[in-house]
């Protein structure tokens, strides 16, 4: 027998006990230090417990080589099979416009930023995914600039494609910064929506500094109002905190806003954290920056101080948060990156992008939707087959079953090649998440 190479062993935080991970077989473990040494060791035939051998050979810590290479093929397979019949997000701009100056915008160098779609492209656009994604579930999720401008043009525009949408029964998810969301809800519920994400950086006075209008007004307060119209409409929220250095510490006291305002309690209710980073360019000076592992750090020592973090966020911490919600792992993440497979993105321009990291960028157009169809089949090949098995340096990695090679755009603006992997740290994260999360025999927390 040999280690499998999909094991994921180290300390949890601030203990003498150590965990282990295998999303291939499905398993995992509190150990301790003894056992882990076995699993960290180079040389496991000189192991003389056969029983303790044995039990970690049921777990398929311990495997023969054929059988995990038929193993990992099989799953394989199985994702890809998934993979194929799940539903596609459609992201449509129709406008990269906004009332907004937010200090980490990335948007703000796109070109033509004031024009916007028309009813002829709206039209072009339904027709094409009606042909060519007949046979696939989607939805549509409009995206922007801020979609939900408060001008007579742009409630025709969202008119227009809730009207288009429900004629194929597709459900809508709405990204805005929501200063004008109060003034859609009329118009929002004439079609089936899904998810509406707003931003909020913090309580009112940190929110303000971070984000406000053009010309500097403040936006907190119009903000909360729509988040209050939506829930009363019954449209889901989904709450983001953009989060940075300069607003970290804020969030407990948002939490505790949140929560007195009666939104945690709302099972349409729910947030998230998005980490300030470099994606194209950022305004944010990179001191203020966190890494991933570096924030949610930092979320673990807020979550210890101030508990009440976890009625409003739940850190994931890799696979962690939803070990210990399910008690079971996840199935293997042969690929993170949904781009060109079950995620495509189309703007006002008439452009075909791979994700909402891309779209906008015109040299990174895979074609055009309108005036006429183009497509860059050999470029959205290349998408479409980035997978661990595709990229190189996943192939012998530990981890990539929890990974699944990170974003293919930030792989990309990294290191050049879409075939590159954006690694996450997810060893470290487990060791955190097993210490927010488990006690010693592996059961959740009561």
Wanted: hydrophobic share 35%; glycine share 6%.
């Amino acid at each position: 027998m040999i280690k499998s190479k999909h094991n994921i062993v180290s300390r949890v935080q601030d203990s003498d006990q150590f965990y282990a991970v295998n999303l291939l077989s499905g398993n995992a473990d509190i150990l301790s230090e003894a056992e882990a040494k076995i699993l960290l060791s180079e040389n496991i035939e000189q192991v003389a417990d056969a029983e303790l051998m044995q039990g970690l050979t049921e777990k398929g810590y311990l495997v023969g080589l054929g059988d995990e290479n038929k193993h990992y093929r099989n799953r394989y397979f199985d994702f890809v099979d998934q993979r194929e019949e799940e539903e596609v997000q459609l992201f449509f701009v129709p406008n990269y416009s906004c009332n907004f100056s937010c200090s980490y915008c990335y948007q703000d160098e796109y070109t033509n930023p004031h024009l916007s779609a028309t009813p002829e492209l709206i039209d072009a656009f339904f027709q094409y995914i009606r042909k060519e994604l007949a046979n696939r579930r989607k939805y549509l999720t409009i995206f922007g600039g801020e979609p939900l401008l408060n001008t007579p043009h742009q409630r025709s525009i969202i008119a227009l494609l809730v009207e288009k949408a429900n004629e194929m029964a597709i459900d809508i998810c709405v990204v805005t910064n929501g200063y004008y969301l109060e003034n859609y809800i009329d118009l929002l519920s004439k079609g089936k929506i899904r998810e509406i994400q707003i931003t909020l950086d913090g309580t009112k006075k940190i929110h303000d500094q971070r984000r406000f209008l053009k010309g500097g007004s403040p936006t907190f307060e119009p903000i909360v109002r729509g988040i209050d119209a939506a829930l009363a409409a019954g449209f889901p929220v989904n709450l983001r905190m953009v989060i940075d250095k300069q607003n970290i510490e804020n969030l407990p006291e948002l939490a505790t806003f949140a929560i007195e305002k009666g939104w945690t309690s709302n099972p349409l209710f729910k947030t998230q954290i998005g980490r300030n980073y470099e994606l194209h360019h950022c305004q944010s000076t990179p001191d203020q920056l966190f890494t991933r592992i570096s924030l949610f750090r930092k979320i673990f020592e807020l979550t210890e101080q101030f508990p009440h973090i976890l009625a409003f966020y739940k850190p994931s911490y890799s696979v962690a948060k939803y070990l210990s919600e399910h008690g079971e792992l996840p199935d293997p993440l042969f690929d993170a990156c949904p781009a060109c497979k079950s995620e495509w993105a189309f703007d006002y321009t008439g452009r075909i992008y791979s994700c909402t990291a891309t779209v906008g960028k015109e040299e990174e157009a895979l074609g055009t939707f309108y005036p006429e169809v183009t497509k860059n089949e050999q470029l959205i090949h290349q998408w479409a087959s980035r997978d661990v098995t595709s990229i190189e340096e996943c192939r012998n990695c530990s981890v990539q079953l929890a990974c699944g090679g990170g974003c293919g755009s930030v792989a990309k603006n990294k290191n050049g090649s879409i075939l590159s992997p954006d690694c996450r740290p997810v060893k470290e994260l487990l060791e955190i998440g097993f210490k927010a999360y488990f006690n010693s025999e592996l059961t959740i927390e009561s």
